[in-house]
Each structure stands twice: as structure tokens, then as C-alpha cells.
């Protein structure tokens, strides 16, 4: 190449570099900048008049963005490198100003025509606007976490302060029915009770609802007889259809297996839902829950379990379709306000039935009626293991047992013992954890009901400090009865020394039967010997 023609072709590369975004830097092999390049010259506040003949390190100097620390420069690497060499993320240019940016960049060398070394060049890019986006993006993913777990905290001391006072309602209500009553007074108790159930029921929408919204809402499978728990959903509807003169009807496919394997208890709370809705918004004519079995599609393998409630009520207009399966949406505040609702059923009821690999719709006309329909796979199952008998929940128990009640809320506290005493148990009663060490300091109890939230030493520290005093030659089982009933409380009370939980409000007859599986074990270690002192043992609660 002649001398004219090297000369274009250099002037034709240094305008392609110069173009070029990247920041360009050469230097020979003594390690002397002989050439920038105009993004060169803007990231590192040289120019290239002031880099010819420095020092590349004087140029290019760099520095670690957490410790501020200097770093070598990359050149040396080169010579056993024998490639490329590329900087470790967090590294800083300090430019001619003083200030620093975040720079990627990789060096190679310049061979010589007999394969020595001759140079190196240097691409390198202003990364700091990267680095402040992703600063800012992993702010706010923490302060959206943090926000995520005040809401937890929040949802979860909201549903504490609600639940207790509704534990106490519902408790003296099942105590005075416990009573001689007319029939008008039994009439006004069930009303109440019900009043009661529904406020329980929208705390429950509200605490399910932000379960799914941070994706920790629990689908439990197990095999279980479909038609059975179809007519057991069913039943209290039908009671409250007849009060409206509505007929309720159930259609049932005989091709659907007996046992199928599902989540029963979702299964409840999505039909609830949709026949709860139906109710309220028909005020004539029928109500229609079909379960039917529909074939596998075009490219399918498994079969499909619809279910379909269809009703002749108000009907929604077409364009309010819309706002339906949507948070917080409700149709027509002017007509189903007067209905009440918290608007979060149907969004609860599609994030279930999506969760289970299902989808639910609706088709409707104003004034004629609607059909919600959802599906989902049909999974033969097996017949499940008989369950324990539940008992009726007022019938004396066939073995006291001697109890600590601790519970510092005097209702609460009122509500339980009655109850307690109305099975013909033994019951102590102490209103702080301080009190409650105490009393198991001077008494042996059988079981110890642990309400966690308590002024002073709460339920968790309480147990803790029975747990210490009792060593390993003792175990007095505890039982915490607690409002908080957000996903995992109970494996973290578990885990805590605690042998069961149940949320308030407390399901006596669940309690019940956990007290007599308590009784029965302990009967059958003083027989048996086969359990040691001391010995753990889970219950198997809700």
C-alpha cells in the first residue's frame, strides 16, 4: 500500500472510531496514550492534545466503587493473558475533574508484523446511568418488599383486633343458646350469630385476597367424594333459598367418579361464593348448581369437571361485564350497594380456579339471569382414610382434663371457660404470661391454652419459659389460640415450642376433639409406656 493511499485509509478508520459511542484508547508498548478518540475524550474529560505522551494510568486511572481503593491498571494483564482482559463490575474511572463513572471495558493487544507486542487499545463505555437505574430499581424493589410486609403486619394485626372481639360474640351467643330460650329470643340469636359469621366471612375475603396478591395463598390436595361435599356446600343455600321462596337445584353427572383428587376446602369457597351471589341477587324463579363432566379438547389428555351456577336473578348489563372478577370492583353502586359485599369474592374465586389450572367466565342478560361457570381437571382419586367422628359439641367429655386458660382479654377469657367448664373440664384461669409461669410452677396441667398476643410476656415468650422450666423430663402440651391466621402462623408457633394452633374465632368442636386426641394419648402413655417423659407430639390441627 502506498504511503497517499495508508494515509486515506487511516483517516477513514479514525472517523469510523471517532463515531463509534464506546470510548477508544491506544498506547504503545511503553504504555503511552498515542491515540483518543472524540467518546474518549467526553467520558474521560481529557483531551486528546493533553493524553498524547502520558501515562496511561494517569489517563485511565481507576478505582473499587464500594472500598474507594485504587486498582492497577489492566495493561499488565495482557502479557499473560494473552487475550483480552475485561473489568469486574463496580469499577470507576476518575475523570480529569475529579468526579467518577462507571465504566465497562475490555482491553487486547496490538501485535507487532513479527507476533511482539506493540500496543494495547482499550474500548471502554460510560455505564453510570445504568448503575443508577439499576440503584434505583433495587430501592425500590426494597421499599416495595418493606411496604409488602407492613401491609402483612398491618393485615395481620387488623385480623387479631377484629378476631378477638367476634371470638367473644360468637361465644357468649353459643353460651345463651346453651339456655332456656323462647323462640322469638332463639330467633334473634341465630340472626346475631349470622350477622356475626358474615363480618367473619369479609374479614376472611380481605385477608385471602392479600394472601394472593403476594402469592402465598395454600392449595392443599387429597382425595375426596365430589358429590358429597357438592350437597354439603349446597344445603345451608338451599335453606336460605327457601326463606326467599327460590328454588335450588342440583344437577350431578353420574359419570363423575365417586372420589376425585382436588382441593376440597377452595372447592367450598368458590361454589360458596357463586351460590352465596346467586341468592342474593335472585328474588325469583330458581338456582341451578351443575357439575358435569366434559371430554378432553383437541390435544388434550385429561378430562374436565365443569361447574356451572345459574340463576334468574338481576342479570348484569353488558357493559358492566367488565368490572367483574376485578379487585375492589362492584357492578352498580345506585343497585347492588344495597346488597353489601366486599367486591373481592369473584377476584378470589378466578385466582382460585386459575391456581388450579382451571378458568371460570360468565354469560348474562339484564333482568333475566346469569350462569358463572368455571372448570376444572378431573383427577381420579382414591377413597380417602375414615376420619375421627366429629361430636356434638355441648356433650360432656368422657375424660376432664385439668386446663390453663391464659388469655388476658376478659371476655375471651369468660367465653372460653364457660364453655371449657360446660364439657366438664378443669379449668385455671391466668390473664398474663407472668401469671400463667406462675400457676404452672405450683400445678400440673394436662394442656395449656396459650392465647400469643398478650401485654408484658407474651404467648411466646410464656411457652418459652415453661418449656425451660419443664427441662426434658416434662411436657405439658400447648395449644395457642391466636387471631393471627395468615399463611404459616402455624408451622412459626410450631417451631416455637408449641404443639398446636387454632385461629380464633375457636371452633369449639374442633378444640374439643383436639383436647380428647390429647386425653387419649395421654391415657395411652400411663398404659403403655411407650411414650417417655417429656415426649413431643403433634395433633394434627387445622
Known amino acids: 500500500?502506498?504511503?497517499?493511499?495508508?494515509?486515506?485509509?487511516?483517516?477513514?478508520?479514525?472517523?469510523?472510531?471517532?463515531?463509534?459511542?464506546?470510548?477508544?484508547?491506544?498506547?504503545?508498548?511503553?504504555?503511552?496514550?498515542?491515540?483518543?478518540?472524540?467518546s474518549a475524550e467526553q467520558i474521560t474529560g481529557w483531551k486528546q492534545e493533553e493524553a498524547l505522551g502520558a501515562e496511561f494510568s494517569k489517563v485511565f486511572s481507576l478505582i473499587d466503587a464500594e472500598t474507594k481503593k485504587a486498582l492497577p491498571s489492566p495493561l499488565p494483564l495482557l502479557d499473560d493473558a494473552g487475550g483480552s482482559v475485561g473489568l469486574f463490575p463496580g469499577t470507576m474511572l476518575v475523570c480529569r475533574a475529579g468526579n467518577c463513572k462507571f465504566i465497562s471495558a475490555s482491553c487486547a493487544a496490538i501485535k507487532d508484523d513479527r507476533g511482539g507486542k506493540a500496543g494495547s487499545v482499550i474500548v471502554f463505555r460510560d455505564i453510570t446511568r445504568k448503575k443508577k437505574a439499576e440503584e434505583q430499581l433495587r430501592k425500590a424493589k426494597e421499599e416495595a418488599e418493606a411496604a409488602s410486609r407492613a401491609?402483612?403486619?398491618?393485615?395481620?394485626?387488623?385480623?387479631?383486633?377484629?378476631?378477638?372481639?367476634?371470638?367473644?360474640?360468637?361465644?357468649?351467643?353459643?353460651?345463651t343458646l346453651m339456655t332456656d330460650l323462647s323462640e322469638e329470643q332463639l330467633e334473634n340469636l341465630l340472626i346475631a350469630k349470622n350477622c356475626a359469621n358474615s363480618l367473619l366471612s369479609i374479614i376472611n375475603d380481605i385477608l385471602d385476597f392479600s394472601k394472593m396478591d403476594a402469592g402465598k395463598i395454600h392449595i392443599e390436595y387429597i382425595s375426596f367424594a365430589l358429590q358429597d361435599l357438592v350437597s354439603e356446600i349446597a344445603r345451608p343455600h338451599a335453606v336460605a333459598a327457601r326463606r326467599k321462596k327460590l328454588r335450588l337445584e342440583l344437577d350431578f353427572s353420574p359419570q363423575i367418579p365417586k372420589y376425585i383428587k382436588g382441593a376440597p376446602n377452595r372447592l367450598r369457597q368458590i361454589i360458596d361464593n357463586l351460590l352465596s351471589n346467586a341468592v342474593k341477587f335472585t328474588e325469583k324463579g330458581?338456582?341451578?348448581?351443575?357439575?358435569?363432566?366434559?371430554?378432553?379438547?383437541?390435544?388434550e389428555e385429561r378430562e374436565w369437571l365443569l361447574f356451572s351456577v345459574k340463576d334468574t336473578g338481576i342479570g348484569i348489563a353488558r357493559k358492566n361485564m367488565g368490572k367483574l372478577f376485578k379487585s375492589f370492583s362492584q357492578i352498580d353502586s345506585s343497585t347492588t350497594r344495597q346488597f353489601g359485599g366486599t367486591g373481592l369474592g369473584l377476584v378470589i374465586c378466578k385466582q382460585l380456579v386459575e391456581q388450579q389450572g382451571g378458568k371460570i367466565w360468565v354469560t348474562s342478560e339484564l333482568q333475566k339471569g346469569s350462569t358463572f361457570s368455571f372448570t376444572l381437571p378431573l383427577v381420579p382419586g382414591k377413597e380417602p382414610k375414615e376420619k375421627p367422628k366429629r361430636k356434638a359439641p355441648f356433650t360432656k367429655t368422657a375424660?376432664?382434663?385439668?386446663?390453663?386458660?391464659?388469655?388476658?382479654?376478659?371476655?375471651?377469657?369468660?367465653?372460653?371457660?364457660?364453655?371449657?367448664?360446660?364439657?366438664?373440664?378443669?379449668?385455671?384461669?391466668?390473664?398474663?404470661?407472668?401469671?400463667?409461669?406462675?400457676?404452672?410452677?405450683?400445678?400440673?396441667?394436662?394442656?395449656?391454652?396459650?392465647?400469643?398476643?398478650?401485654?408484658?410476656?407474651?404467648?411466646?415468650?410464656?411457652?418459652?419459659?415453661?418449656?425451660?422450666?419443664?427441662?426434658?423430663?416434662?411436657?405439658?402440651?400447648?395449644?395457642?389460640?391466636?387471631?393471627?391466621?395468615?399463611?404459616?402462623?402455624?408451622?412459626?408457633?410450631?417451631?416455637?415450642?408449641?404443639?398446636?394452633y387454632i385461629a380464633k374465632p375457636i371452633d369449639l368442636e374442633e378444640l374439643c376433639l383436639l383436647l380428647d386426641k390429647i386425653a387419649e394419648d395421654q391415657d395411652k402413655k400411663k398404659t403403655d409406656g411407650k411414650a417417655g417423659p417429656g415426649e413431643r407430639r403433634y395433633y394434627g390441627g387445622r
Do not use: W
Not at 508498548?29 to 483518543?36: E, I, Q, R
Not at 330458581?286 to 390435544?299: D, E, F, M, N, R
Not at 396459650?450 to 402440651?477: Q, S, V, W
Open 151 to 175: 401491609k402483612s403486619e398491618f393485615l395481620a394485626n387488623i385480623s387479631h383486633e377484629i378476631r378477638t372481639p367476634i371470638n367473644g360474640i360468637l361465644g357468649m351467643i353459643d353460651l
Open 286 to 299: 330458581s338456582i341451578t348448581l351443575s357439575v358435569q363432566k366434559t371430554p378432553a379438547g383437541p390435544g
Open 1 to 38: 500500500m502506498s504511503g497517499k493511499a495508508y494515509q486515506s485509509e487511516y483517516r477513514r478508520m479514525t472517523a469510523i472510531i471517532d463515531c463509534m459511542g464506546d470510548g477508544v484508547i491506544a498506547v504503545d508498548k511503553d504504555g503511552l496514550v498515542n491515540y483518543m478518540n472524540s
Open 399 to 500: 375424660r376432664p382434663l385439668r386446663i390453663l386458660l391464659v388469655e388476658d382479654d376478659k371476655v375471651n377469657r369468660q367465653v372460653m371457660s364457660q364453655l371449657l367448664k360446660e364439657k366438664g373440664h378443669l379449668i385455671d384461669l391466668a390473664t398474663s404470661g407472668r401469671e400463667a409461669v406462675k400457676l404452672h410452677d405450683t400445678n400440673t396441667y394436662d394442656v395449656i391454652l396459650m392465647d400469643i398476643l398478650m401485654p408484658g410476656m407474651d404467648g411466646i415468650e410464656t411457652t418459652a419459659k415453661i418449656r425451660e422450666k419443664e427441662g426434658k423430663l416434662r411436657h405439658t402440651p400447648v395449644i395457642a389460640l391466636t387471631a393471627f391466621s395468615l399463611k404459616g402462623d402455624r408451622e412459626r408457633f410450631l417451631s416455637l415450642g408449641m404443639d398446636e
